[in-house]
Structures are given as C-alpha cells and as structure tokens.
C-alpha cells in the first residue's frame, strides 16, 4: 500500500507545476487623497478568490482569469473602492486607485505608518487554514508547516520554536495575552484550542527577534485578530470529528461575532494500538461584541467558554517494536480507567479611545480562570517476549518464556488558576516614526492539589516493586507581574528602517526587576523585491508556576527569570518563476542563554527540574519557498535546520565558590531537521476540484526516562514522518461548469472535503513505556500516534445581505 501511495503523491506534486494562463493582467498603484503612497493594501478580485497587497511604494499586480471582473481596494483606516470591468479587450491594465480617509473606524486609524512596514513576523494565509488536512482541526497546527517550528504529534496544538518549548511561545487575541492548560499529558486529552479558526480575521506569527510590545517569553509570538467583518457571513462546518458554527453580522454603530465548535475524535482514538472504550467530548463558545459610541470611542466586550472531558476505560494493548535488531511483542490487559476534566471561563473588555487621527488609546482588562481536573487508576498486566521464544540455545537448554510482570498508573490531581490582567496601549505617529509605548499589571494564583505515582512489577523479579514517580503536594501561589515598554520605528531613508525599544518588568516572585532592549533593521534596496534584516535583543522570562513546580510536586519559590541574547538575520527575496511570483525567505539565527529551568518532556508534559539550572545556546537557519504555482492557489515548501544544546549547572560548588558545569547535552528539542510542503493543485479540465496535500518530517529526538540523569538521556524518539492528503469539490466554485440552482440561490460557498490522514500508514512515535525484565533488562515500549484514517468534511457559508455601517 506504502509505495502506490508514494506514487500517487508525488505524481500529485508533479502535475502541480502546470501553470493555467491568466487572461488579464492588472498592475497599478495605490494612494491616499494628498498623493502619497500607500502600503499594504488589500487588492482583492471578487469571486475569483484572488488577492494581493501593494508594496510599500503602493504598487500592485494581480491576474484575472476573466474578461468581466470587479476589482476591490480596502485599506484599514479608508473607505473601501470598487472597480468593474466589463468585456475588457486588453490583455493588459494599468488601474491607479487613490482612497478616502474614514474617520469613523477606531481599528482602521492610520497608526501603523505605511512608510514602516518593520516585523520579524509572517503573515499567515487565513484562506489555507480550511484547507489544510489536519487531523487535530485547531488553527495552531497549520504553524507546523512555517519555518523554525517543530513538532512530532498531529494529535495536538503544542508546538516548538527553534530550540524552545511549548511554555516559551506567546499567544495573543486582540492583544490579550492567552494562557494554556497545565495538566495535558497527552494529544487524546487535548481538545479544542483556544483559537476559533472560522472568526480570524488576520494572523501573525513570529519565530524570534519580536519587538517590545510583545510579553515576557523567550521564543516566539502569534498574533491573532478578530476584526469587524464587512459584510454579514454565516458558516457551518461538519466532519466525522468535529462540527462548527459561526456567524459574523455588522451594523450601522456595531458588529457581533459568534462561534460554537465540537470535537469528538474517537473514530481517530478507536483505531490507537490502545484499545478501549473512548469517550472525547469537547465544546466552546466565543463572542465578541463592539459598539461604536461616536468616531473617537468604542467598547469592545469578548467572553469564551471552553469545556473538555476526555473519559478512557482501556481493555488491552499489543505493540511491536524491536530493540538492537531482536523483535519483540507487549501484550497488555487493562482495568480500570481515567476520566479528565477541563475548564477554561474567559471574559475581557477593550475600549479604545482615538482623540485625534494620528493617535489610539486603548485599555484592555481581562479574567480568564481555568480548571482542570484528572484522575486515572489503571493497572496493566502485560506479557513481554520476542520472536525467539522457546528456541535452543547452543548449550542444547531451552530459551525460557517471556517476562509477565504488572504496572500501575495512579493520578487524583486538581488544579485551578485565574489570571487578571490590566493594559494600557497606545501607538501614534509622528511623521516618519511610528511611537509605542504601554503599562501593564498581571495578577495569577494557582491553587494545585497533586497525588500521583506509578511502579512496574516483574513476577520474575525478587525485589519488591519499584515506585516511581511519587508526587503529593497541596501548592497555592500568587503571582504578579508588572511590565512597561517603549518602542520607535522610524524610516531612516527610503531604503532603510529602523525600530528601537525596550520593555521593562517586575515579578514578585523572583523580586526582579528586569529589561530587555531590542533592535530590528531594515534594508530595502531599489525594486522593492529584495529585503535584509537584522535584529538583536534581550528576551527574558519571569518564573511562573509551572516553571517552578519541581517534578516531585514541591515549589522552588527563589527561581529567577530565564535569560536569551538573540540575534539574526534575514533576507527575503520576491521573483518570477514558473510563470508566477515566487517569494524566497532565509534566516538565520544564533540564541545564547546564560539562565534557563531544565526540564524533560513526557509525551506532551514537561517536567521542569525546578531547583536546577543551565545555561545552552541553539542556531540554525531557516529557509522557504512559496507562491501560486497554480492559479489562486498558494503552495510553499520550507526547510529548518537547528541545533539545541544545554549545559547544566552542578549541584555543587568547586572550593573557590564559583559555579561547576557538567558539561553540554542536547535539549529535549534539539530537532536537528524539519522539512515541511504544503502543495494544492486542481484539475485543468474542471478547476472546481482540488487536491490538497501537507507533508511534514522531523527528525528523531532525544529522550529517556523521567527518573533518569538527563546525562543518561542517550535515547531517541524515531523522526517523525507524515503525509496528509485532501481533496475539494467546491460546488459554487467561480470556475465549475455548472452550478446547481438551488445551491447557488442560497449559498455563496458549498465545499466538500475528503481527507485521508497518516497517507503513508506510518507509525510514528511519541514517547515510551519504560520497563524492565527479571533480570534488570530496561526496555522503550513505543507509544505510536494515530494510523491511516479517513475524513469527510462539508463547509457551507450562507448568503449574506452586506450592510452599510458608517
């Protein structure tokens, strides 16, 4: 099944590169009424599904696959402008649009200046979010295709950022920093993600070197934003896993957003090596709310509920694997069972304040209070043995039975944690700078009741059984955060821009008061295809709970913030190729880190050694490629290369007091190579059917078991390898040859997606079951991920009437 299967995907990639030919070609120029260039303005075809954005000298080029089309300008901040053309018979046009200011849109004030396009940040294509075949449906997965992010576990939302881990990574909505569950062990409990794909407007992702603004994390930022829609837009979306519902509706003075999603995986659950009655059961709903009392002022309200409950009675468990060449085969029967609570209640309020049009005020507070509850009671009676059981030995005696031998999992543990939090943001232009500067103050308590432990027994053993594991601990803490920062972009020249800032902040805890400055260059030469960049900076990250907690349960409440010098350097380059536009990205990077928590990492858990400390560096580069090597279509391919090393600090002291290193290890991350495509395709004889494809490999990592040194961490987890594949027919497509009546009358989009997960079959691995024999024999019992599945998937987005706000 494997090798057909490889045909066909690479068939699929070859037959992508067929290009259709565009039959008008439209290019131009964008400015405001004073005749001044504009940036980033979004050129859009309508009903073709075809956009662009002007550089920043304001020009523009777009293709139109008919004659008769209408040609959209939006622009944050100005009145939108629509053009139409009709039976046109040039091939080519040249279209120069000037816009209106409007004055009564808070979110579209002209702050960010159009001559300052500085970020280390992507931009995210939200169109590709829907398309991508994920078997995990949550919008963080699709960053597992962009450079410098690792993973190795489709089943859930975690993600690392060259060399860090999940804990490092930023996560904003409406510049309200998100928090994220602790007590997850692993993909089958994790449900929804906080991200409701069906209400982003845009998204921005950022792999290191993010400006001051962002908060107080050593790795990486994402940026997401729920906007003001501009027509009325209802959606529904049905899979064998999960389901949703969103509506977007503007009026004259305001806008609603509203989404339901629930997820039920246990058609990709029944299929685990681990066989049991699976019960996933997930559900949210977000809302947001904006009223514009006047042009100067609004009120923006967002609340969220997220509930989770994953339920398991496992009944047996058979996995091969083999170990130094000799095959071997667990058989384990189960009783009991594990049931796991989790609850996350969110609710904020934003309101901004423009006095003048060159200036926003904004002030967010927010409460978000999570609880999350597992218990798990779960004995295993497993017979271990390989294939040469019952065979000769040399000596003529008889190889004896395989090991029998009993293990159990216990768990009753509770935690609750709420997070309030106060902002003041205000960003305003003063000719060629663009001025940023905020406070803000984070109270969070957690309240942390913890018992758990494990042991393996062997009946061959004579020693009685090892207990491992053992946590009890009853943890209440508070913490709070105060930050300030203060940043500059400012256009040196016409090529060159320039971003300075620094943010400063206080943690109770550690009692520190820290600061870390940041610089972002700029060049662009003539031509506007080519940009370098360069960036430096200090990124420190004050202790929170979960850093502090220790693996035994216990606090270590005299941790002091972890500590990065970044530095790296970009080059992106935009050309014509393959009768497209290409755009070519490289960076890279160098990370030194004087103070950091160990830590080790078990399945999706990680397991901080909070009373030790290490310092590590990590470099690599990063490399990518992407554009519409089919019409409307983009597709982009990118390559990681990372290396990850950490030193740890003695628990000793040499004579002279000074500190004793043990030498450099590899991070729990150290991900040498990560490759990623995502390739989509249509049929040139109906373009109303597509084919998308996302194939990603990671190499292997380091491991071992919890209660190991991390010196003796000389395992690894096999590098991780995947092809998921979906293909589309979208009924009301621009390009299909017929269009049923019905459909067309009351929808404006009608897709139907099938997807097969895991193409390839392969069993990849996400961590392991560590036991011994009678005789002392460790062994890595792989625990894989999910097998081939398959999915079907209909999206139908309503007709919408378009209102007229102001």
Request: proline residues 3%; glycine residues 8%; positive net charge.
């Amino acid at each position: 099944m494997r090798n057909p299967a490889l045909f066909l995907f690479f068939s699929i990639l070859s037959f992508g590169l067929a290009k259709a030919q565009s039959v008008v070609n439209i290019s131009g120029s964008v400015s405001d009424s004073s005749g001044h260039q504009l940036s980033q303005v979004t050129v859009t075809i309508l009903g073709q599904f075809s956009s662009t954005v002007t550089t920043n000298e304001g020009n523009y080029f777009i293709r139109s696959n008919k004659k008769d089309f209408s040609l959209k300008f939006t622009l944050l901040g100005y009145n939108p402008q629509t053009i139409n053309f009709s039976n046109n018979g040039s091939s080519n046009l040249v279209v120069n649009v000037s816009l209106s200011v409007n004055i009564g849109e808070l979110e579209q004030v002209n702050i960010t200046d159009k001559k300052n396009q500085l970020s280390n940040a992507s931009t995210i294509n939200i169109g590709d979010v829907g398309a991508v075949p994920l078997v995990s449906g949550n919008f963080e997965s699709i960053l597992k295709t962009l450079p410098g992010v690792s993973t190795n576990n489709e089943l859930s939302a975690q993600y690392s950022v060259r060399g860090g881990n999940f804990d490092e990574n930023l996560i904003y909505l409406n510049d309200i920093e998100i928090n994220h569950p602790i007590l997850v062990r692993n993909g089958q409990q994790e449900g929804l993600s906080f991200i409701n794909s069906d209400l982003v407007s845009k998204a921005k992702f950022s792999a290191g070197g993010f400006e001051s603004k962002y908060g107080d994390k050593l790795s990486s930022v994402l940026d997401i934003k729920y906007e003001k829609p501009d027509s009325n837009h209802f959606v529904v979306g049905l899979s064998l896993l999960n389901s949703a519902v969103s509506s977007k509706m503007r009026f004259k003075h305001s806008f609603l957003l509203a989404g339901l999603r629930y997820k039920n995986n246990s058609s990709v659950l029944l299929r685990h090596d681990e066989k049991g009655n699976y019960k996933p059961n997930f559900g949210d709903g977000q809302f947001l709310y904006q009223y514009d009392f006047s042009p100067k002022f609004n009120l923006n309200l967002f609340t969220t509920l997220n509930l989770g409950r994953f339920q398991l009675n496992p009944i047996s468990k058979v996995t091969q694997f083999s170990t130094l060449g000799t095959k071997f085969r667990l058989d384990v029967d189960y009783d009991g069972k594990e049931i796991d609570d989790y609850r996350t209640f969110g609710t904020a309020l934003t309101a901004t304040y423009s006095p003048q049009s060159n200036l926003v005020i904004k002030f967010i507070n927010s409460f978000f209070k999570t609880v999350e509850r597992e218990n798990y009671n779960i004995l295993g009676s497993y017979y271990l043995n390989d294939d040469e059981v019952g065979t000769p030995f040399i000596n003529g005696s008889i190889k004896p039975l395989g090991d029998r031998g009993i293990y159990f999992d216990f768990g009753n543990n509770n935690l609750s944690t709420s997070v309030l939090s106060s902002d003041i943001k205000v960003d305003q232009n003063f000719g060629s700078h663009v001025f940023s500067w905020g406070l803000g103050a984070q109270t969070s308590n957690s309240n942390d009741r913890l018992e758990e432990f494990n042991y393996v027994d062997s009946t061959n053993s004579t020693v009685q059984p090892n207990y491992q594991g053992v946590v009890n601990a009853n943890n209440n803490l508070t913490i709070t955060n105060l930050n300030t920062y203060i940043q500059d972009s400012y256009t040196l020249s016409n090529f060159t821009d320039l971003q300075l800032g620094v943010r400063a902040s206080f943690n109770s805890l550690s009692q520190q008061f820290l600061i870390s400055p940041r610089l972002l260059l700029a060049y662009r030469p003539s031509g506007d295809n080519k940009i370098l960049r360069f960036s430096a900076g200090v990124y420190q990250q004050p202790p929170s709970y979960r850093t502090i907690r220790n693996i035994d349960g216990m606090l270590n409440l005299r941790q002091k913030a972890q500590r990065s010098y970044n530095t790296s350097v970009g080059y992106e380059y935009a050309f014509d190729a393959l009768g497209t536009r290409l755009k070519f990205v490289s960076e890279s990077y160098f990370k030194y880190s004087d103070y950091l928590i160990p830590y080790k990492i078990d399945n999706l858990q990680i397991k901080y050694l909070a009373n030790r400390t290490s310092k590590g560096f990590a470099y690599g580069t990063d490399f990518s490629i992407g554009g519409e090597f089919v019409k409307d279509m983009v597709s982009y391919f990118r390559l990681s290369l990372m290396h990850a090393n950490e030193n740890l600090r003695s628990e000793s002291t040499s004579q002279s007091g000074k500190p004793i290193y043990l030498g450099y290890i590899k991070r729990p991350t150290d991900q040498r190579v990560n490759f990623s495509v995502f390739f989509q395709d249509k049929l040139l004889s109906n373009p109303s059917y597509k084919v998308h494809v996302n194939a990603v490999y990671g190499s292997r990592l380091p491991i071992g078991p919890l209660q190991n040194s991390k010196y003796l961490d000389n395992f690894y987890i096999p590098a991780y390898k995947r092809v998921d594949i979906g293909f589309s027919k979208d009924f009301l497509d621009e390009a299909s040859k017929k269009k049923p009546k019905f459909l067309s009358k009351n929808f404006s989009s009608v897709i139907l997606f099938c997807e097969i997960f895991n193409l390839l079959n392969i069993d990849n691995t996400v961590s392991y079951l560590w036991l011994k024999d009678g005789r002392g024999t460790q062994y890595a019992v792989p625990n894989f991920l999910t097998d081939r599945q398959i999915n079907v998937k209909l999206i139908v987005k309503f007709k919408g009437r378009r209102n007229i706000g102001r």
